[in-house]
Structure formats: structure tokens, C-alpha cells
């Protein structure tokens, strides 16, 4: 695969408070297409506050921020909705109208499109996110899984290109938890460029390419998972531990001194590779 | 609330909002205009008939939602019958020590048909409510062009009533588990707990759902697909025949 690398998103120096606490201080990340991003930090370390100045509900106090190379003028961050779109942590605080379809029909309504538009995006997203039967629902009788997967659809008929999740796993029971991990592996295969917090490390290590840690509001690492995830003082400064692959693998080329350049990011792939070696 | 769940699993559910809302004031209004006992007792056959039949409501729910209005509705009809005076002037007279519970048959016809009127305009009203959902309701306000803010204000006190409903379940349960509702004093000091925290709470959530709008590019106007139901001929043609038999009802007989 050729891999030119895209800018989608930058933030230079990008700073914000809340009123006079200072939440980011001076951040400074890009983003390129196709990415699958994990954003990892303890609670309060500035997460969601981060997301929605990339969305534009939020301005940063100070920095700037570049859509395609472009830098933006300050005036038009608040336009960032067109091009980011933003999955709330929960679903309760985003849905708004009072049936699925209606609800899924808000964002593109706000894009100014042609009714008949607005109609086949919301036909698509239902379709996407399998919807179709609950399509005149009201949202107070679905059930926490179904309201998740309606919320994922008001952002999908957007058809922004990056998708950003805060904490999509939250509160959700293991095979609803499981759904969204599919369905974000096919935006991701659908060419999506994805920006996705958790807490959950074996996600993070199964799921991401590059991982960003925020600690205090501030950036603390940037890089590729296998590499985060070996630095000790990272891990610790974020609270975060080793995914439970990465550990065994390292036991096992520790003492059987296995040495190959592969190393599994999944139990999956772990098992796999056990089988054929070890007979 | 619950009505709020029949309204969205009625088999009258798809059928357009507009129409069903003009079919129940219709109603009402001609049955006040016309007072006929007779038309009130076809408005309530009919009426009842759509909510029972086209809208699937089991009958023992209907019964149940009309026990308490028709309680009220009989009670004042009794009052309208019944006379109390001091010699035995009525038609049915019953002595009570000092004075006669008198009742008249101009007494009796009169509060029947009070009864049936308010009978007929209250089926009227339950074939609305329980087959229009508050949205598309909502929605057929904005049709007749009621202020916007007063429109998008109502649709989301309606989507927020169901998320702090929610949130005031769980803290009771969570206040339930921890016997906060052991005696009565208790009782009251839990729920004005519960109380205080859902304000707080709402407060502090009213911020994020901000966010939430915003983040979908909300500029200050509610706007939502909206689904079109055309009013099909058969339901047209129903609607029509059910005026006319009204009309003829109420004008060619004696
Ligand atoms: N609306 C707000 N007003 C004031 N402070 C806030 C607000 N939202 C978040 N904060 C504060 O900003 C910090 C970062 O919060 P947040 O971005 O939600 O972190 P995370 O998503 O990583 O848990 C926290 O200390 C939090 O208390
Ligand atoms: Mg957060």
C-alpha cells in the first residue's frame, strides 16, 4: 500500500480554558487520513475538552488549527462540524428528536442540504448501522445498545471524514461493546479516519496505529501503540498498564527468547502464532 | 407516560398526525354544537371503535384509562339530576329527614346528555392521544404556525422529560436498595434529596446537551426531517362519510 501521508487535521499550540482553568495547554498533534487513533489518559486529563475544539463547539483561547494544510481563521472553527463529526460520550445527551429518523436527520438538516439529500443520507445511515426496523422508534424505548448505534448514525449521515468517538464503549454491555468495536472496524475499512478515547488498553493495542496520552491537559506521548506501551514512565505518569497480549508475548520472548520482528496485537493473532510454533 | 408508549404502538400510528387531530377537535366541537344525545352516542362508538380496533388498544387498557375522567363525568351528572329541596316537587322524590333529595326526568335527560357529551369529547380526545405520538403532535403546532421558539422549546422539554424520568428511576432505586424509604419521615427527606440532585443534575447537563446541538452545527433553529403521510382515500373517504352521518343525525331527525 502507498502510503502518502495526507494532513487532514492540525492543531499548533493549541490552548484552552474553562474560564481561568486551564485545561489544554499548547497542543500540538496532526492528523492524517485514514488513521485509527486511540486518545488514552485518566479521567479529567482533558479528553473530551480536546475533541470539542477539534469539532468547534469549543474555541481555543489560544493556537490554530489547519483543515487540509489550510489554517483556518478563527472565525470559521466554529464550521469544523462540517468536517469533524463528534460521537458524545452518551448517547442520552445527544439524541434530541423524537423518533430515529427524525433524530439521524438533524445534522445534515444543519448542512443546508436538499431535502432529497438529507432523505438518502438518512436512508444510508440506517442501512449502515442496521436501523431500518427501528426507524420510528421514539428514543425513550430503545435500549442503551440501540441508542448508541442511533447516535453513531446522526454522525455517519453527515459524511464527515473524521469520526471522532469519546469513550464509545462506555456503559455498554460486552456484546454491544463488541458491535461497536465491529462497526468502527468498518469505517475504518470504508476509508474513515478515525480519533477514538478509551480506557480500555487491549482496545487500544488491538484497534490503534498511533495512540495519543493526555496527563494534566497536556500531550504527554504520541506515537505507535508498541512503542507507548513500553515506556515505563509514560505508563505510569497516564495510569495505564501493558495490554495483557503485549505481556504475555513479552514473557514468552523473555524466557524462550522467541526473537522475530512480529509481535500480535491481538489474543487472536497470539493464539494463532502459538499453535503453529509451539507443538 | 405510559400513554406515551401506547401513542407509538398504536396501529394508528402512521396515519397523519394533522388528520387524526382535526378527526378529535371535529369531533369535540360537533358534538358541543349539535348536543344531541344521539350523536354523542355515535361519536363514542366511533371514536372508541378507531382507538379499539384500527389502533390494536386493548380494550382493558382503554377501560383503565377511562375509569378515573368517567368517575369524575358521572359524579357531576349525578349533580346535575338531583335537586335538593324542601318539599317533594320532583318527579322521584326521597325524604331525608328535613328535606327531599328530589329528581326530575327534564333532570335525568339533561344529565345524560351531559354525560354522553363529555363521554363522546373525551373518546375523542383518547383517540388522539393515544395514537398520535408528542412529536408528530408537536409538529402539527409548527403547521399552524405557532411561534418557532415555543415549538422547538416543547420538543425538548418532551425529550428531556424521558431522560431525567430515567435518572429520577435510578436515584430512587439507588435510594431504595439503601432503605431511604424506610418510615415516612425518611420518605420525604430522601425524595427532597432526589429532588435537589436532579435540579443539579439538570443544570449541569443542560451545558453538554448544548454541546451536543452545537456539535451537530445547531444555529438557534430545531429542524428535523420530517415524515409525510398522505391521508389515504379510504381514510378520506371515512372521514367523510362520518361527518355526514353526523350532520344528517343531527338536522333530519326528530
Ligand atoms: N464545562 C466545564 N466547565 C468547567 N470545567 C470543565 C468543564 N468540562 C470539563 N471541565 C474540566 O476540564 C478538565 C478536563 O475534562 P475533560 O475534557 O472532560 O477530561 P476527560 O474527557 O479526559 O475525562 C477536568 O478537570 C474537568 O473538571
Ligand atoms: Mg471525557
Known sequence: ?279 | MKIDYYAYHSGMTKWNAGFKVLLAVGTLLMVIIFNRVRISLFAILVMSGLTLIAGRLPIRTYAHYLTIPFAFMLLSSVMIAVDFAGTPKGDFNFSLCFFYVCVTRQGIATAAQVLLKAFAGMSALYMMAFSTPMGEFICVLQNLHLPGLLVELMHLIYRYIFILLETAERMQTAAKVRLGYGSLRQGFRTFAGIAGNLFILSMQKAERYYDALAARGYDGKLEFLREQRPVSAGQLAGAAAYIAAIIILGRFTR
Do not use: C
Open chain 1, 1 to 279: 500500500m502507498s502510503r502518502i501521508r495526507e494532513e487532514l487535521l492540525k492543531t499548533r499550540d493549541l490552548s484552552f480554558a474553562y474560564e481561568d482553568k486551564t485545561v489544554l495547554q499548547s497542543i500540538n498533534v496532526t492528523i492524517y487520513r485514514g488513521e485509527r487513533i486511540a486518545v488514552m489518559g485518566p479521567n479529567g486529563a482533558g479528553k473530551s475538552t480536546f475533541f470539542l475544539n477539534l469539532n468547534g463547539v469549543l474555541t481555543p483561547g489560544q493556537g490554530e488549527i489547519f483543515l487540509e494544510g489550510r489554517k483556518l481563521e478563527k472565525k470559521a472553527f466554529h464550521e469544523l462540524y462540517k468536517k469533524v463529526g463528534f460521537v458524545f460520550q452518551d448517547a442520552d445527551s445527544q439524541i434530541i428528536a423524537s423518533n430515529v429518523r427524525a433524530e439521524i436527520s438533524f445534522g445534515p438538516m444543519n448542512l443546508g442540504l436538499t431535502k432529497a439529500e438529507v432523505q438518502r443520507r438518512v436512508e444510508a445511515a440506517l442501512d449502515y448501522m442496521d436501523l431500518q426496523e427501528l426507524k420510528d422508534r421514539a428514543p425513550q424505548y430503545l435500549s442503551g445498545g440501540e441508542k448508541k448505534r442511533v447516535s453513531i448514525a446522526d454522525i455517519l449521515a453527515m459524511e464527515s471524514e473524521l469520526l471522532i468517538f469519546d469513550e464509545p464503549m462506555a456503559a455498554l454491555d460486552p456484546v454491544n461493546a463488541n458491535l461497536v468495536e465491529q462497526i468502527i472496524d468498518r469505517l475504518h475499512t470504508d476509508g474513515k479516519t478515525l480519533l477514538i478515547a478509551t480506557h480500555d488498553v487491549d482496545f487500544a493495542y488491538r484497534f490503534a496505529d498511533r495512540l495519543l496520552v493526555f496527563s494534566e491537559g497536556a500531550l504527554l506521548a504520541d506515537g505507535p501503540p508498541e512503542e507507548i506501551f513500553q515506556k515505563q514512565e509514560v505508563l505510569e505518569k497516564a495510569h495505564l498498564k501493558k495490554p495483557a497480549v503485549m505481556q504475555v508475548w513479552e514473557a514468552l520472548t523473555d524466557k524462550e527468547s522467541l526473537q522475530t520482528d512480529f509481535a500480535p496485537r491481538t489474543i487472536d493473532q497470539l493464539t494463532a502464532y502459538l499453535s503453529q510454533t509451539v507443538k
